[in-house]
């Protein structure tokens, strides 16, 4: 009998490649209507400010639409950018719709962007392609962490962990995390996450989070953005992902897309602004994600924004859970203060 963190999911296969020429790299963007007209505007207005950098296939991928005519103001949001269409009329959960759209494409190398990413840096997609040319890199993304869902529960429950000593006491460490949770839900939304219900299946979830995660240090590529082939997705062991608790496993848990490409004998890379790769025991010195002021981003997304907009509490228990004692949060550039104790503004 398996145990129940091990209940089986169901195995998924991609197609192979198309045999044609597979063309320039695919940068798949989801668009979704729970972010209303403002994230597809938005991230336009970063493509043409940081432009891409190479030749490229810009795939729309619109996420839960129920009609042509319910998507075109959102298509219409990229004017004069050249890009394809492509309709998953199921909400899902995003990593699954990017299985998916490499099951359709069949192209040669896909950058997958959720709905909160915005390029940063000019020529970003050239970078991480170029990354991504190394020799034996499998995976490869702005972003990446060793944060651990194990050592996080075992923290929060009272027992041994490494984030003890790292992060605050737990029920402050708890309390600044829900607040990161919120920042972007509406008063539904945080009503069913303090549901009962909500509560129930989080428990239920405890055994999978104790089991299906290593304890701290996890490198993974973080998914909200990341680059790899069809080839390598392909020979992955991969399942339909149905729920975010999937998600996690295929982010940072034993069966993560990071891990299984380095089983491969591939690398992992973040890279960041000015185009340097990081290998994973490297990840905190690259600026990007919970550390200093996110100096090197290439792209953003809601996690780095939660960090930017915080003050420092914030910051030290993020940079804590991704960093552990390399971390090295700097204060929001407006509070920094002067050698005499008096605050800096716009440092």
């Known amino acids: 009998m398996r145990p129940p963190w091990d209940w089986p999911r169901r195995q998924l296969v991609l197609p192979r490649a198309s045999d044609q020429d597979p063309g320039p790299p695919c940068v798949v963007y989801i668009v979704r209507t729970a972010h209303g007209l403002d994230a597809p505007r938005e991230f336009a207005e970063t493509m043409r400010a940081h432009p891409p950098g190479i030749e490229h296939r810009l795939i729309l991928a619109m996420k839960g639409f129920r009609s042509e005519l319910d998507a075109a103001p959102y298509i219409a949001a990229f004017g004069d950018l050249d890009f394809e269409v492509a309709y998953f009329p199921e909400p899902g959960i995003d990593l699954g719709l990017y299985f998916e ?36 890199v499998g995976i490869v ?17 009272g027992l041994p962990s490494f ?103 591939l690398r992992a890379l973040v890279v960041d602004s000015e185009g340097a790769v990081y290998e994973p025991d490297e990840w905190h010195r690259s600026g990007t994600l919970w550390q200093g002021q996110q100096e090197r981003l290439v792209l953003r997304d809601n996690r780095t924004s939660y960090y930017e907009r915080g003050d420092l509490r914030r910051r030290q228990v993020l940079a804590g859970l991704a960093w552990g004692h390399y971390a090295d949060p700097s204060p929001p550039r407006e509070s920094r203060q002067d050698p005499h104790g008096e605050p800096v503004v716009g440092v």
Request: aromatic share 10%.
């Open 163 to 265: 984030y003890r000593g790292v992060l605050p006491p737990v029920r402050e460490a708890r309390k600044l995390l829900r607040e990161v949770d919120f920042e972007q839900l509406g008063i539904d939304e945080r009503s069913k996450l303090d549901s009962l219900r909500t509560r129930l299946k989080l428990l239920s979830q405890l055994p999978e989070e104790l089991f299906a995660f290593p304890p701290f240090p996890v490198a993974h590529v973080r998914t909200a953005a990341f680059m790899l082939s069809h080839d390598v997705l392909r020979a992955m062991r991969l399942f339909v992902v149905r729920t975010k608790m999937d998600t996690y496993v295929l982010e940072s848990g034993s069966l993560s897309l990071t891990n299984q490409a380095m089983r491969m004998g």
């Open 101 to 136: 759209a490499a099951a359709r494409i069949r192209g040669g190398r896909y950058c997958f962007l959720s709905s909160h990413n915005r390029p940063v840096a000019d020529g970003w997609l050239a970078k991480l392609n170029s990354a991504l040319d190394l020799p034996d």
């Open 141 to 157: 993304g702005p972003t990446g962490s060793w944060a651990s869902f194990h050592s996080w529960v075992t923290y929060s429950m």
